[in-house]
């Protein structure tokens, strides 16, 4: 892989299993494509794998065509550079207490295991840039958030045996979707943050989060007083 991304090869074909894809490597061609030319390339590369989920089929990153480009119309002033540098600094501040953590745990001289900590940094950031929730996950591994989300991202299905057996994707995902395998319990969510009213209230986190909730909101009675 390292001499495909060398400039004799800026440009090359490969194959995700059956399926021929062309990649792209010359930042200039990346530039013309993500920014210049982006409206053009809405169908996602996993477009076809949840298509026949009520629920996911709704994402973003599974909608096409036109459905695609009025979602992210909608979304798009979410994601303003002032919201992202405002984002930034709560990514920062989860940063800092991850590497606390590895300090700390360096001076026991005893092995970590490094996943569980970017793991509750993963957590962390969602938790409180997303929720306006401020966690500490990798000391407190048992609150409802981090609970929640390990139910939610677990799973005893190994995804891997179905290419081995050539079962095809999407029945794969009707039968993880209909167990409810991918279900995330909102309630969860909702019920910690309402008891936590000082990480809701009094920090920048729960205004980035109302932001993005009004901005949402607004565009969609638009949509619906435009219907009407």
């Known amino acids: 892989m390292t001499e495909?991304?060398?400039?004799?090869?800026?440009?090359?074909?490969?194959?995700?299993?059956?399926?021929?894809?062309?990649?792209?490597?010359?930042?200039?061609?990346?530039?013309?494509?993500?920014?210049k030319e982006f409206p053009s390339f809405t169908d996602r590369r996993i477009s076809h794998l949840l298509s026949d989920i009520d629920v996911l089929k709704s994402m973003l990153f599974v909608l096409a065509g036109e459905e695609w480009k009025q979602m992210r119309s909608v979304l798009s002033p979410c994601f303003t550079p002032g919201k992202i540098k405002r984002v930034v600094n709560i990514i920062k501040e989860c940063g800092r207490t991850t590497a606390e953590n590895f300090r700390t745990a360096a001076k026991s001289g005893k092995p970590i295991q490094v996943k569980k900590f970017y793991v509750a940094y993963a957590m962390d950031v969602i938790a409180s840039a997303a929720f306006s929730v401020q966690l500490d996950s990798y000391n407190d591994p048992k609150?409802?958030?981090?609970?929640?989300?390990?139910?939610?991202?677990?799973?005893?299905?190994?995804?891997?045996?179905?290419?081995?057996?050539?079962?095809?994707?999407?029945?794969?995902?009707?039968?993880?979707?209909?167990?409810?395998?991918?279900?995330?319990p909102l309630h969860t969510t909702l019920l910690y943050t309402t008891t936590h009213p000082d990480s809701r209230d009094k920090n920048l986190r729960f205004a980035v989060w109302m932001g993005v909730?009004?901005?949402?909101?607004?565009?969609?009675?638009k949509k619906i007083f435009i219907q009407v």
């Open 143 to 184: 609150n409802k958030f981090f609970q929640s989300a390990e139910k939610a991202f677990s799973t005893y299905f190994n995804i891997k045996y179905a290419f081995h057996r050539k079962y095809k994707i999407k029945k794969i995902f009707r039968f993880l979707a209909y167990f409810n395998m991918c279900e995330y």
């Open 213 to 221: 909730r009004r901005n949402f909101i607004e565009q969609k009675r």
């Open 4 to 35: 495909f991304l060398s400039p004799e090869f800026s440009i090359y074909r490969q194959f995700d299993g059956s399926r021929p894809v062309l990649a792209v490597a010359d930042l200039k061609l990346v530039r013309e494509v993500l920014v």
